[in-house]
């Protein structure tokens, strides 16, 4: 008989999967946390980055860890909607087409590089994104679980983009920027590279345990109202700011945080909490995940370019500006 785990069975899991993750990637500790947030609160991921940082190699152990499939795909503007979806194979020998899934039917995808292909394209993937299905010829197609996208850009090369619109970027859980590596970690990378191909990930917990642990974090790490209450007054700084003596930065937003701001403000900081030992949300947990979840969310006006400032910039301002319970 097995015995049913508890939350803090989960959290020895999770930091085993931590470990499992750096045996291989060296210096990505934010990155490694920010998916494991992701994939706690049913979320996805959009990273702002340069090449050659490790984001393919991040997700891919990740997905070893618990044995899962992994699909890449390199968004590029000849990319069409059906080279992520579907495709029709003709069998010779029986003279019929057959359904072929192509690489969005998997648990981990990596979009690499989301912004280089045309919006149709985008926009299919972020469909399957939020409605965690596909129709193909009048056949409709339930995603695996866990299912979790992270979706790159490439802050430095602008030529032949599209940029994503608010609506779809609202989607994402997080957006996470990550930058090079200290010169510590560079050389640790150099004096581990070679080992990368010998070193063993081993699984961690199941598909089925993942799920479970979703559910529980959801159901069993206590939001005071006190906390709501934080939140909406985050959440809503950003649209009425005058009503929050914050009258500086009135000028400088386009577009402010949606309700979805104010859900994966609780359901992150509800994983974040579940990390740290605790089965309470605090105002602290809710300051940490704040940035990522705000960044993609806030738009900022012509005066704020203008004048150099920063989405990053007028989060700190809400966030050292708005009363903590």
């Known amino acids: 008989m097995t015995t049913k785990k508890n939350l803090n069975d989960y959290l020895q899991?999770?930091?085993?999967?931590?470990?499992?993750?750096?045996?291989?990637?060296?210096?990505?500790?934010?990155?490694?946390?920010?998916?494991i947030i992701a994939l706690l609160s049913w979320g996805h991921v959009i990273l702002e980055w340069v090449p050659w940082l490790a984001k393919t190699l991040s997700i891919q152990t990740l997905a070893r860890t618990l044995d899962?499939?992994?699909?890449?795909?390199?968004?590029?503007?000849?990319?069409?909607p059906w080279d992520l979806i579907w495709g029709q194979i003709y069998n010779q020998s029986e003279s019929k087409f057959y359904t072929k899934k192509w690489p969005i039917f998997t648990?981990?995808?990596?979009?690499?590089?989301?912004?280089r292909a045309p919006s149709k394209v985008q926009s299919a993937l972020l469909e399957a994104m939020q409605e965690k299905k596909i129709t193909i010829a009048e056949q409709?197609?339930?995603?695996?679980?866990?299912?979790?996208?992270?979706?790159?850009?490439?802050?430095?090369?602008?030529?032949?983009?599209?940029?994503?619109?608010e609506a779809q970027l609202d989607r994402f859980l997080?957006?996470?920027?990550?930058d090079y590596p200290t010169e510590l970690e560079e050389i640790e990378i150099m004096k581990s590279a070679n080992a990368f191909n010998e070193i063993k990930i081993n699984k961690v917990i199941s598909k089925k345990d993942i799920i479970s642990l979703q559910k529980m974090i959801s159901?069993?790490?206590?939001?005071?109202?006190?906390?709501?209450?934080?939140?909406?007054?985050?959440?809503?700084?950003?649209?009425?700011?005058?009503?929050?003596?914050?009258?500086s930065i009135s000028e400088f937003l386009s577009f402010w945080a949606s309700p979805r701001a104010s859900i994966w403000l609780i359901t992150s900081s509800k994983?974040?909490?579940?990390?740290?030992?605790?089965?309470?949300?605090?105002?602290?947990?809710?300051?940490?995940?704040?940035?990522?979840?705000?960044?993609?969310?806030?738009?900022?006006?012509?005066?704020?370019?203008?004048?150099?400032?920063?989405?990053?910039?007028?989060?700190?301002?809400?966030?050292?500006s708005i009363d903590v319970p």
């Open 219 to 247: 159901n069993e790490v206590f939001v005071d109202d006190k906390i709501y209450d934080y939140v909406k007054n985050l959440v809503f700084a950003t649209r009425y700011p005058s009503n929050y003596w914050l009258n």
């Open 107 to 115: 648990n981990f995808l990596l979009a690499d590089e989301i912004n």
């Open 174 to 178: 997080l957006k996470v920027i990550i």
């Open 271 to 320: 994983v974040l909490a579940f990390l740290n030992w605790r089965d309470f949300v605090s105002p602290d947990d809710i300051k940490d995940v704040a940035m990522d979840v705000l960044r993609h969310r806030i738009w900022l006006s012509f005066e704020a370019l203008w004048e150099n400032v920063s989405t990053d910039s007028i989060i700190s301002t809400l966030l050292s």
């Open 68 to 80: 899962l499939d992994f699909s890449r795909i390199s968004f590029t503007p000849d990319l069409l």
């Open 13 to 35: 899991d999770v930091q085993d999967i931590k470990s499992e993750m750096k045996k291989v990637i060296i210096w990505q500790d934010k990155l490694i946390n920010s998916l």
């Open 140 to 165: 409709t197609f339930t995603l695996d679980e866990p299912f979790l996208v992270l979706a790159t850009q490439n802050p430095i090369e602008q030529e032949w983009t599209y940029n994503l619109p």
